[in-house]
Every structure is written in C-alpha cells, then in structure tokens.
C-alpha cells in the first residue's frame, strides 16, 4: 500500500524527520487503516521509506527510511541496536533497569520499552505498534535470550482511543518477576502493572546522581515524589533528614517501601500525602535541599501558557521558603514547554522571591533516552540545579 506526498512535500523525510503529516499527502493507493504498514512515495513516484499509518495531523510515522518489508527481522534489528547503544551508555552490574526502545530516537515511533532486571515492559502510542506487539515480543526475547523472563504490554492507557483496538494490559509472554530493579546500586520495587508510565521514572537517574552529591548533612525535601527515586540517592549521599511528599498513598507508600529496602526501617525519612504547593507554603525555612519533579503540567500545546504561570509560581514559592544557601533541582518534563520557555518562567520566579539565584547545572534526560538529531521533539525533560542565596 502506498501513499503519496504532494510536489515539493518530501523535503522533510529527505531530511530524515519521522513525521509526515495529513497536509503534505496528495493520494495513497487503496485505502490504509490506522496501524497498516505503508510505503510513502514522493509526487514523481520516488520511494521514500515505510512507515506506519495513523489518523490525525501526524499521518504516518516513519519506520524506514528505505523501501524494505517491515517484518520479524526488522523487528529484531532495531530492537538490537537498541541493545546495543544501551550496553555502551548504562547497562551494568549495578544498573538493570532502564529505557531500551525510546520511540523516534530508536526507529521505532510510538514505541516505549522499559525493562526491569528479566521483565521487559511494553507501551505502545500508535495503533501500529500495537497491532506488532507480538511480534515485538518475540523480538525482545530473540535480542535478550535466557535473560528475559516476561514480556508485559501496558498499552491500555496509551494507544489511541479512536482506533478501537480495545487494548488489556498483560503478559505477552512470561509471569511476573518479584526481584527488585537496580539503579546505580540501590534496589528499588516497581510497579509495572499499576503504577503511573511504565512503574518508574528511568528519565531522571542521572540528575538522581548528580543530587546525591549535594546531600551531605542537609535536609532534603523531594516533591511529587512518586516511588521515592531522588529520596533513596539523598539517603545514600548522607541525607540528615529527608521528606518525600506525593500527592497519591499509593506512591507514598512504596517510597517507604523502597527507602526501606535500602536503609531499613529507621532511616531518616518521612513521607506525607499532601498537595506539593500546600505543603511547599507550611515548610518555611526547612529545607536546604528542595526537588520539584512535577507531573507535566501542560500535555497539549493549548496548555502550554498555564503550565508555564504554574512553574513560575512552584518555583518562587520554593526559593521564597529555602533557606540561603540551599539548592534547588527543578525540572519540567512537558514535551510542549521548550527548554527556553522553562529557564524563562525560572527565571521570573527568581524576580519573584527577590532571591540571589545562580545556575549550577542544566539537567537534561539520560543517554537511554536519546534525542535523534532529526528529530529534536523528542527532548522533553529539562532542569536546572540552583544555588539560592540572600
């Protein structure tokens, strides 16, 4: 089945970018339904690589950009060279939990895969990936062999809700496996089946490291804490006090459950389910160690001007209540808040609280999480580390 581009319209798969949108396609042969595999061709009838069809503004997502089957061997060789890249940036002994398959980065649009120790954890954001799912399983285990003991879809949440693919969340192969995860040496629960993404914020184990360095004898204060990641690196860096605050039980409850697998019962942490700005206002003076890794608070573009007044104001009512000389870790993982637009609300926060602020780190996501130089969407997480002072 193929679909081709208006004149002039293939200029931007020449460059290599994975989208092509409803606007830039003249006619398709036949009738492609959400998910098919198709080839796109220019107006002159030039093959310009295979991709999966979609319905809205994005029409197809490029898979290839050659003309080839889209078939177990493809499957397998991305998912291998995605293995591969993993194996040079952040596998090792101490670390078996992290982002394998990162969607457009990797090749594979609309594709997320997080593994956990033997458990990979599928999610698929296209009908197409969905309908390849099996064949993605099958893949995951030819790449990983005896080392892989389940494979887990968790798509329900994510696939388009147009296309009717009336997605269940399960195993696609394997049963669950009970053993922690590992990150950089300290065991953490996840909770693939229930817990909000994939069960864990792999995006931030860098910025987590880099906390741990600024801990030592400070009291820490992480907001949106969720599963406790930044909690249990601020314990190991010496930590005199930690709170880890959420606004979900369940999330809190497994922070304890994580900080207690590492520290045991009597370490120095508590956890407390609040809303983050009311909690931020009774904590004056506290905290000399503050973290804000919200949720996205802009998902859509039409909400991009709210999230930004909601950063400014978080982030102003933390330097207003941290003490001089603390530090701040502040991030914004909203795909449609650019890096420049966060600094920017920051940066009004700061003339907000009157405070002196200084730059000590521009945060950004892991190597796991790669960025494809065609394709700079895919940069989502940003942060910075501050020095508050006066």
């Not at 099958?138 to 388009?160: E, F, H, M, N």
């Not at 009311?278 to 998902?299: H, M, R, T, W």
């Not at 920051?346 to 609280?353: I, M, Q």
Request: some cysteine; aromatic content about 10%.
């Amino acid at each position: 089945m193929k679909i081709f581009l208006k004149s002039g319209k293939e200029e931007a798969l020449l460059r290599r970018h994975p989208w092509v949108f409803s606007g830039a396609i003249a006619r398709a042969d036949g009738s492609p339904e959400e998910g098919d595999v198709v080839e796109v061709c220019s107006a002159a009838g030039q093959p310009l690589g295979m991709g999966h069809a979609q319905v809205g503004s994005i029409a197809v997502r490029m898979l290839s950009f050659e003309p080839q089957e889209i078939n177990a061997d493809f499957w397998q060789k991305t998912l291998q060279n995605a293995y591969n890249l993993r194996q040079k940036t952040t596998l090792s002994e101490a670390t078996t939990c992290y982002r394998l398959a990162h969607g457009e980065a990797d090749g594979l649009p609309g594709l997320i895969v997080d593994v956990y120790g033997a458990t990979a954890v599928l999610q698929a954001h296209t009908a197409g990936m969905y309908l390849a799912r099996n064949e993605l399983a099958q893949a995951l285990r030819s790449v990983y062999g005896g080392s892989l003991k389940a494979v887990y879809d968790k798509s329900a949440g994510t696939v388009p809700l147009n296309a009717n693919l009336g997605a269940t969340d399960g195993y696609l192969w394997g049963e669950k496996q009970a053993e922690p995860a590992l990150e950089n040496g300290l065991k953490f629960e996840v909770d693939w089946e229930g817990g909000q993404k994939t069960g864990f914020f792999l995006d931030q184990r860098d910025n987590r490291s880099l906390l741990e360095r600024y801990c030592r004898g400070r009291s820490v204060l992480n907001m949106f804490c969720y599963t406790g990641g930044f909690s249990a690196y601020a314990l190991r860096g010496g930590a005199a006090r930690v709170c880890s605050v959420d606004s979900s039980a369940r999330a809190v409850e497994q922070a304890r459950r994580n900080v207690a697998l590492n520290f045991g019962e009597h370490a120095p942490h508590e956890a407390h389910v609040a809303d983050g700005f009311e909690f931020l206002q009774s904590a004056a003076g506290e905290y000399d160690v503050i973290v804000l890794d919200p949720p996205a608070f802009a998902k859509h573009t039409g909400a991009a001007r709210n999230a930004l007044q909601a950063y400014r104001r978080l982030n102003a009512l933390a330097m207003k209540q941290a003490p001089s000389g603390s530090v701040i870790f502040t991030f914004s993982c909203s795909q449609v808040v650019s890096r420049e637009q966060f600094c920017s609300a920051v940066f009004s926060a700061a003339l907000d609280s009157r405070r002196s602020v200084r730059i000590l780190h521009r945060l950004a996501q892991p190597p796991d999480h790669p960025v494809s130089i065609f394709h700079p969407e895919g940069e989502y997480l940003k942060g910075l580390a501050l020095y508050v002072e006066g």
